[in-house]
């Protein structure tokens, strides 16, 4: 610590004018406390100028390792070299260490906004740029209002407060200051927010309209208030040159706790997120009359690929793309009920923009008004993807993908995305020309254990049309890899497919208007699902955990006997059956191997008058030519009751379990009696029995399907093979919670509502009496393969859920009547075999059976007296 003056003279020359500012600003002052202040906050500002160098630093260096060998091979040698310039590298190296840590720091609260209020507005606001105090408080408002259309009516409320009282927004994207995000913090329900002290004030939770607003402001495209000028650039990127940098001139007390929310920061999200740019400017160029919006000095170092594959952190850090303004709460829902149903299955019911990095803050005594300083010209730079709007995401992520993997399900992509080659930017043509070079030199075998090429094995692929959905390759192994790694929750990538569904299904309601058809009814249904939805907590503790993604072996070991699930499991390559990537989509191969085409199947139709059934009879062959046109349809069709017409290794194997072998058990007691022989049931009995070991879900685009339970208390596994799937449940409800639900599906509104997005290859497992629903985007057409398990270890609990379904038959897909009898009497026959085996081959503990017979004793005989006597058509 220095404890001597150093001579003006000696104030090196670059930082002279700024010292000197500094010091007659100090002395310019009487307070003490106000000197103090002043002491702080240029504290801050220079800690936030060297953690800028810092993670500059630590991205050069990066650069430095991937593109110079010689660098690479010099580094492990400075450490022990006396050599002066030796010495200079070891300094840099450990600045940029340091500024590596640095930017970890940074990174968790940019995720956690981006995770809460899409990746698209830390982008397009620059948040990353605005400082690590900015950021903190940033992290802390979004998980403390995570619905952004409520945070925009409280942000917009604080904002025009601020205008209000003499305080004119700066002319730049962003116009949050670090008072608004404290605010905002503190503002967390609908109700008036008080600001206590002695400058309180009272703000409601009222949208604020164009009526509204102050002479010289309007609303930017996420809804923001902010300067005219601003809002009536067509395209973001010149203002995003004037973004500013937001550090306040006032002491901001408050709690910014950084605890990220549970399963939104990975464990080597070390990326360049919040990569500094490069100073063209010294810091000594502010002026006490300059301005605190700062331009970005550098072009950034690297670009994601399209706003929605964001996948990784750095993805949060440049180009934004126009999206609709996040949609307002619709009206609620009216509720229309029906007892019709005739299918078992089928519930009758109702421009891009690089954004500023890490930017210079001004002294926080200076004043004066702000004024624009003009951007530099930006030269093209191969590292910035400017791919046109025609490019497919598809495309431009698997061209990504590939310079790691080279795999053949990549491969394939970039083979039916031919046609848009020639509209890649210059970027994605490189990487594209650098990985088809080298698979030349590569082999991979194939079906038939030949060795090709992988780039010649794209020449063969049968390229369908545009519009048609890329499909999930699986690997040629027929028995699935147990070590393969759990599947990653793309956070990012799921929220962006979120809000294309709530986009799409805002243009399909009618606000204020009684719902006339079942697609309608559909459409607000899901709107309020999922404007309520978030994403569940995947790390941490187990009992944490709302969503369990799973290895092969941990989904085994989670369905262990009398082990509690807490939500869905997520695993992936689980199905031993594979699809010829050589005879066309799945959804192709499925019609083919089904057979005549002259049978008839119900569909859902979201044309169909509420006054009907919400289905009808269709000839298959209909169908069949509907879905291999394979356009969108504004009526769309949801096929739920279709047969499997594929082998029996569709289950996956992670169900193979003994404890999973209960409804097979069923099946056998119900149709094969005494005997252990195959079974040779007559014909008559075999049509009564319903095949619920496996079936097939095929869907059109944008066919929703409301919150519902799978009937008979069964367990459900989904695996997808074509299309995208967002899948949604109740996350752990009350017994409350249950009970209000069952009894209005459609008007419920409590409950933790969660979703992720399933992918073609993944499985999602979740436990019997789980409230669920399925959302679609209108250009996806969706195959998945399903079935039912039933586990011996929870016949308890199972026995409870068949009680409550059939006092609210509503809450199930389809008609409990008359089969539940048979079920409960089957599953009694088979637990009274169990306690005659001895303790160590029993698969149910006498603490389950003695509940099983309890609840089947006491409630569900006195619903069923007569089941003896009852006509049981299963």
Not at 107 to 117: D, R
Not at 343 to 361: A, E, K, W, Y
């Amino acid at each position: 610590m220095p404890t001597e003056q150093v001579p003006n003279e000696f104030d090196y020359d670059p930082a002279h004018a700024r010292i000197r500012a500094f010091r007659d600003s100090l002395r310019s002052l009487h307070d003490e406390g106000d000197k103090f202040q002043a002491c702080v906050d240029m504290r801050d500002n220079l800690l936030d100028e060297q953690a800028d160098l810092s993670m500059l630093t630590a991205s050069i260096e990066e650069v430095m390792s991937e593109e110079c060998a010689q660098y690479k091979e010099s580094k492990g040698r400075w450490a022990s070299s006396s050599d002066t310039d030796a010495k200079q590298w070891e300094r840099f190296i450990d600045v940029a260490s340091a500024g590596a840590s640095l930017k970890k720091i940074f990174l968790a609260p940019l995720i956690k906004a981006g995770a809460f209020w899409h990746a698209d507005k830390v982008r397009y606001y620059g948040w990353a740029s605005a400082g690590w105090k900015f950021c903190k408080l940033l992290g802390t408002a979004a998980s403390r209002n995570p619905d952004w259309a409520e945070a925009l009516v409280k942000l917009n409320r604080l904002i025009l407060r601020r205008i209000v009282d003499g305080q004119p927004l700066r002319n730049c994207v962003n116009p949050l200051g670090q008072i608004d995000l404290i605010d905002l913090a503190a503002w967390q329900n609908k109700d008036a927010y008080v600001k206590k002290g002695r400058n309180g004030y009272t703000l409601t939770y009222d949208p604020i309209s164009n009526s509204q607003l102050p002479a010289g402001y309007a609303f930017d495209r996420y809804g923001l208030i902010v300067c005219e000028e601003v809002a009536s650039q067509s395209s973001p990127s010149i203002q995003a040159e004037e973004t500013c940098s937001l550090h306040q001139t006032e002491s901001l007390e408050c709690d910014v706790s950084m605890a990220a929310p549970t399963g939104l920061v990975p464990d080597n999200a070390m990326v360049d997120v919040i990569a500094p740019s490069v100073p063209s400017t010294p810091p000594n160029a502010q002026t006490s009359g300059e301005s605190t919006c700062s331009t970005p000095l550098t072009t950034p170092l690297q670009s994601p690929a399209n706003p929605s594959l964001v996948e990784s952190p750095e993805d949060m850090q440049l180009d934004s793309q126009a999206v609709s303004p996040d949609i307002a709460a619709p009206s609620k829902l009216d509720t229309f009920q029906t007892s019709l149903r005739a299918s078992s299955r089928l519930r009758n019911q109702c421009d891009r923009t690089p954004v500023p990095l890490i930017g210079r803050v001004a002294s926080s005594i200076r004043k004066g008004n702000s004024q624009k300083r003009k951007a530099n010209s930006r030269q093209e730079n191969d590292c910035i993807c400017i791919c046109t709007d025609t490019v497919s995401p598809k495309l431009i992520s698997a061209i990504e993908r590939l310079q790691q993997t080279n795999n053949k399900e990549d491969a394939d992509i970039a083979a039916m995305y031919k046609a848009h080659h020639d509209a890649l930017c210059p970027k994605h043509v490189k990487l594209y020309a650098l990985w088809a070079t080298t698979g030349i030199l590569r082999s991979q075998p194939s079906r038939d254990g030949d060795l090709l090429p992988a780039s010649l094995k794209i020449l063969h692929f049968h390229i369908k049309p545009q519009n048609d959905v890329a499909y999930h390759s699986q690997h040629n192994s027929l028995s699935p890899d147990k070590s393969e790694a759990r599947p990653f929750h793309q956070i990012t990538t799921d929220a962006h497919f979120r809000d294309q569904v709530l986009t799409q299904l805002e243009q399909k309601t009618a606000r204020n208007k009684p719902c006339k058809t079942w697609g309608e009814l559909n459409a607000q249904g899901m709107h309020a699902l999922l404007r309520r939805a978030r994403q569940p907590a995947t790390t941490g503790a187990e009992s944490g955990k709302e969503a369990l993604f799973s290895t092969s072996e941990e989904a085994e070991r989670r369905l262990e006997p009398h082990t509690v699930l807490h939500g869905p499991i997520i695993t992936e390559n689980q199905q031993q059956f594979r699809w010829d990537s050589h005879k066309g989509r799945p959804i192709e191969q499925l019609f083919r191997r089904m057979g005549s085409s002259g049978r008839s199947v119900s569909v859902q139709r979201s044309s169909l008058s509420l006054q009907q059934p919400s289905f009808v009879p269709m000839r298959l062959g209909t169908v069949r030519d509907i879905f291999l046109e394979n356009k969108i349809s504004q009526d769309p069709l949801n096929v739920l009751d279709l047969r499997n017409p594929l082998p029996r290794s569709i289950l996956p194997s992670f169900l193979m379990g003994e404890d999973c072998q209960l409804l097979r058990r069923i099946r056998d007691t119900i149709l094969e009696g005494a005997t252990a022989e195959r079974c040779s049931a007559p014909v008559a009995e075999w049509n009564q029995w319903r095949d619920d070991e496996d079936w097939a879900l095929l869907a059109q685009g944008g066919a929703p399907t409301l919150t519902h339970q799978d009937g008979c208390g069964k367990a459900t596994w989904l695996t997808v093979q074509e299309g995208q799937v967002g899948f949604g449940w109740l996350s752990r409800p009350s017994e409350e919670e249950k009970r209000c639900w069952s009894s209005d599906p459609n008007a419920f509104e409590g409950g933790q509502i969660r979703y992720v997005v399933l992918r073609p290859g993944q499985t999602v497992y979740f436990e019997a009496g789980t409230i669920q629903f399925v959302f679609r985007l209108e250009q996806d057409q969706t195959l998945l393969l399903g079935g039912h398990i039933m586990r011996w270890s929870c016949v308890g609990s199972w026995i409870q859920i068949v009680l409550n379904q059939l006092r609210f038959p509503d809450a199930t897909n389809e008609d409990l009547l008359p089969a539940a009898p048979a079920y409960v009497e089957a599953v009694a026959q088979l637990l009274v075999e169990q306690t005659r085996l001895s303790k160590s081959d029993q698969l149910v503990s006498v603490e389950v059976i003695a509940e099983f017979f309890r609840v089947k004793k006491a409630s569900f005989s006195q619903l069923f007296r007569s089941s003896a006597n009852t006509i049981i058509v299963i």
